[in-house]
């Protein structure tokens, strides 16, 4: 293989090959490492590359290769981490000036067992301020570029991981989901992304572990590799009180066989959302495509209840409650949608935040119930393709199918639901609108039940491969 080859051949792969003693760790590395340092000065895929700390972690692997030793099944395959985790003696920036320089001392938990299983720590991936958004621009430097268009956002918060892996960055990257914010660019930059159920990867530490709705996940070039990262991310830790106790499932088995007798729904705006039609008719395709593994597919709208102002006042509550002190600190350094967040948190009460709270439990009441019949739940993954990448207090599309989308919020129909009722969702590239950027189809699925989520992906991908289109060489 050549080392553009080596860029894109899916980790399973690459795993196979390490075994076999047909690649080495450190040509996986230097092929990796060399491309990053071609294309991320236009991609601003990466905040830190750790070059150095790579060489270093390949060279270890491939002491281990040759002694016939793996630490995990990623041992030797490069990753990237997120920048709203901790990396011990790495630069973490949060995406904010406050933290521009910021080198913490510990590990998040997901990070410490990623850098502790053998992989080669390649850096840390853009992401707005505080992953507040799900546009990948922050004030320390240019805004992350998505590589099916340059122009064009990459979607967030793990914009710069979704950039990175659709690229040929890395072919592991670590995302973390608290409105959609794996699932956005994965669908935007084409590639896999999982939200697993929440607590199934710990996140420590955390400004608020009873708020409920962050999720971390991978991001991965293919379904296999996904399955690989989340199973050497997941499992408890105590520094998480949610995170989900007992043994870690199986997800590369899990993604064998077909989906024979199982009840699955399309719905192509959960009732409320707004889509573009060339992007729904494209997702409404794939969906359909499910009846060939073995599933009845029905068409129908939930019908769950109105949950987006309470959303809202949870989404900004929770903003404002982190980023507050900051804004009356240096003002200058807040983004102005960021800024709208916090005044609008300003006015609301205590009673209204807790009456937000409450219809997030009525809404999640709504969904078990709609589910007890239902197996995978099917819609568009974002009802647009990648809009400007370019930041500001209008940013983003303001009308999508002649609907307005006056906040980030309303061009998210299909997201932020799942992060208020925490059950598994992933995304699968399902085609290109005619503009040429990527269209992802949303899986939903049962609560705790990531495997059929899983498999489902990985019939699709089987029918309709994706990961053997780069985006450029």
Request: aromatic share 8%; charged share 20%.
């Amino acid at each position: 293989m050549d080392a553009t080859d080596l860029c894109f051949t899916p980790a399973t792969e690459l795993r196979r090959s390490i075994d076999a003693k047909e690649v080495s760790p450190v040509e996986i590395a230097d092929a990796v490492l060399a491309r990053i340092e071609r294309l991320n000065p236009t991609l601003n895929a990466f905040l830190t590359v750790t070059a150095d700390i790579a060489r270093d972690d390949a060279r270890t692997a491939e002491d281990r290769q040759r002694r016939g030793e793996k630490l995990s099944p990623i041992d030797g395959i490069p990753f990237s981490i997120k920048d709203l985790e901790p990396t011990a003696g790495v630069r973490t920036t949060f995406g904010s000036k406050w933290f521009e320089n910021n080198v913490p001392t510990i590990d998040g938990v997901a990070a410490g067992r990623l850098r502790r299983s053998g992989a080669i720590f390649l850096g840390k991936t853009n992401t707005p301020h505080n992953g507040y958004k799900d546009m990948c621009d922050n004030f320390l430097g240019e805004p992350c570029q998505n590589p099916w268009k340059l122009g064009r956002t990459s979607g967030a918060s793990s914009g710069g991981a979704g950039s990175a892996v659709a690229a040929g960055l890395g072919p592991l990257g670590h995302g973390s989901d608290g409105a959609g914010s794996v699932r956005i660019p994965a669908a935007l930059c084409g590639i896999f992304g999982m939200k697993p159920q929440f607590g199934r990867v710990p996140y420590a530490p955390a400004a608020d572990y009873w708020g409920g709705r962050s999720h971390i996940g991978p991001m991965t070039r293919t379904v296999r590799d996904g399955a690989m990262l989340l199973g050497a991310m997941a499992g408890p830790d105590p520094r998480d009180p949610l995170s989900i106790a007992g043994p870690v499932p199986d997800y590369l088995a899990a993604c064998e066989g077909d989906l024979t007798g199982l009840r699955v729904v399309w719905s192509s705006d959960l009732g409320t959302g707004p889509c573009d039609p060339e992007v729904r008719e494209i997702a409404r395709r794939a969906a359909m495509r499910f009846k060939d593994f073995g599933a009845t597919v029905e068409e129908r709208d939930p019908r769950w209840p109105d949950i987006f102002e309470a959303h809202k006042t949870l989404y900004e509550t929770g903003v404002a409650a982190r980023k507050e002190d900051h804004a009356r600190e240096h003002p200058e350094w807040i983004e102005a949608t960021m800024m709208q967040m916090i005044e609008n948190a300003r006015t609301v009460t205590g009673i209204q935040l807790a009456q937000a709270a409450l219809a997030r439990t009525q809404y999640y009441n709504a969904v078990l119930e709609w589910f007890a019949d239902v197996d995978l739940l099917l819609t568009p993954q974002m009802p647009v393709g990648a809009w400007s990448a370019e930041p500001g207090p209008e940013e983003g599309p303001r009308e999508i199918d002649g609907q307005p989308t006056p906040t980030l919020f309303h061009r998210l129909p299909f997201t932020w639901p799942f992060n208020l009722t925490n059950q598994p969702a992933a995304t699968v590239p399902c085609g290109f609108t005619s503009e040429g950027l990527p269209v992802g189809l949303q899986i939903v699925g049962k609560w705790h039940d990531e495997a059929t989520v899983f498999r489902a992906s990985a019939c699709f991908e089987a029918a309709a491969p994706w990961a053997q289109h780069p985006p450029f060489d």
